[in-house]
Structures are given as C-alpha cells and as structure tokens.
C-alpha cells in the first residue's frame, strides 16, 4: 500500500526546521499538487529551483533524512516539466515514498488552508513554534491538524463470496467496498454496521480488524475491516450511495495491478484466497 514505504521511513514529528536547497518543495492547491515524472520516477521539485517563487514554506515531515516543506506562495510561473497532479496520478506511481509524500503533503496543505483564521474569533491565525498545530493570538484557540476516521469493510458469505460494490455517478471501473466516515459517538465496529445497514441492508458478524491506511488527499484514516455476512444475503442498495453493490466469487473479481489502496489489497488479497 501508498504507506508502506521501508526500508524508508516517515518522520511526522514537527520539528522548527529551516529549508535547504535540497528540500523538496510541495506547491499544494485543493486536491492537487505541482510535481514532475523524469524517467517514469515521481520527482517533487528542489527548493534550489523554486526560491524565488515558493513564498514562506513550512515544514511537514521528513522520509529518511529528507525534508519536506509545503509553500504558502501560489505558484504562478512554470517550473520545467512540472505539471498538477490529482491524487489519482501519483498514487501507483514509483518511489512509492514520494507518491506517500504527495498524499501527505495534500492533507497537510488542505487542513492549513481551513485554519488561516481562528474558527472562533476570526482573527489571523499563527504557526505554534512548538507542535503541528495553529493558534489564534488573539483568543488562544488552538487548531490541531483534522483527520476524519472512516471504515472499510470486507464482506465474505460462506459461499466464498465478496461483497463489492461501485459508487454512484462515478465513472470509475474498479470495483470498491462499503467503507464510511465514522459518526460521533459510535465505535468502529458499530460504523461498520452502519454503514453495511445503511448502503446495501445486511448484517454482519465475526467483525475484525484487518489494516489502517492514512489517505491524506481527502483527510481521511481509513481503518479496514474483515466480517461474515450474518442473515440474508438479500442487498437493498441505497442508490444515493452506490451504483451497485454485489456479491462476487474470487474468480469472478477482476485482476488488480494498483496495490497502493487498503481497499484494492483487500480485494486482492480475496481473489487469491488469503483474506
Ligand atoms: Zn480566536
């Protein structure tokens, strides 16, 4: 998956850093991000090469020594053979740590770009020195970095099927799982639940954790999860959710060459029978 990254490895400490001319720089607007393909490796511009137009730039993390800095400044002129990229480009793409980065960097980006002003008093907000986090000089409101926790569940029936479904008006071919953002004041295991109730109408048992995925360029932790169709296989598709929702044999499930998803793993792992 994108985070598995060894023998490297992500530091996601803040620390009070400085940039250097070899620190890569992350040009982040929404979802997208200003990178370049050289020889089919995924390469994030050098700070050497963007001074003069990357504005104040602000740590975000390091992987195995090199840091990583997002700029405040818009990039406006061209960067040689640089081009934006949707999460969608880069997520397959090699080094698999630097494709991480990207995702990292968008989460990181966006989350900044909601707390420029205090949430509470309106007034401009400041980098804590300390910590990775935004505080308002005049009312002390302390902003933390935002992740939102959904689930993702893998349904088997003792038929050996997996339960796979499409989303609604997307024109996406590959086949996803019911997955949702957890409700305030319910566990984990109830979101799956929930979620199976709310989307496609079964009941599960035997619910248990498979795997977690940080997926950064929509502010998510994904948690992963395996259970046992409990009932009726009888789905009742909620078509405001999903296109389609059905139960597949692992030879009926497509071949998937993306492995940088928790969902497309999981779906993998059952069409070759180690799920
Ligand atoms: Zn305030």
Redesign the pocket.
């Known amino acids: 998956m994108i985070h598995e990254i060894a023998p490297k490895h992500m530091d996601n400490q803040y620390h009070e850093k400085e940039v250097q001319d070899d620190s890569r720089i992350c040009f982040c607007t929404g979802r997208k991000i200003l990178g370049r393909i050289k020889d089919g490796m995924l390469v994030w511009p050098l700070y050497r090469e963007v001074k003069d137009r990357a504005g104040e730039c602000t740590y975000l993390f390091s992987i195995s020594g090199r840091d990583y800095f997002l700029a405040e400044g818009k990039e406006e002129g061209e960067i040689e053979d640089a081009v934006w990229m949707d999460w969608r480009d880069i997520r397959d793409k090699e080094p698999t740590a630097e494709a991480f980065a990207g995702m990292t960097a968008m989460h990181l980006s966006q989350w900044h770009n909601s707390v420029q002003y205090?949430?509470?008093?309106?007034?401009k907000?400041v980098h804590d020195k300390k910590e990775r986090m935004m505080r308002?000089?005049?009312?002390?409101?302390m902003m933390f970095p935002k992740i939102s926790p959904a689930i993702i569940v893998a349904v088997t029936d003792d038929k050996n099927r997996l339960l796979v479904t499409k989303y609604a008006g997307r024109t996406s071919d590959q086949y996803a799982l019911v997955a949702g953002f957890v409700e305030i004041g319910e566990t984990l295991e109830e979101c799956v639940q929930r979620e199976l109730m709310e989307e496609v109408g079964i009941r599960v048992k035997n619910i248990c954790y498979y795997a977690s995925q940080p997926w950064g360029c929509v502010g998510n932790l994904m948690v992963g999860f395996t259970a046992k169709l409990d009932g009726s296989d009888q789905i009742h598709l909620d078509k405001t959710e999903l296109g389609l929702a059905k139960w597949l044999t692992p030879e009926e499930v497509p071949e998937i060459d993306d492995n940088s998803s928790l969902t497309r793993e999981m779906i993998r792992r059952f069409k070759h029978g180690c799920l």
């Not at 308002?136 to 409101?141: A, M, Q, R, V």
């Open positions: 205090c949430g509470c008093c309106g007034a907000t308002c000089p005049s009312c002390g409101n």
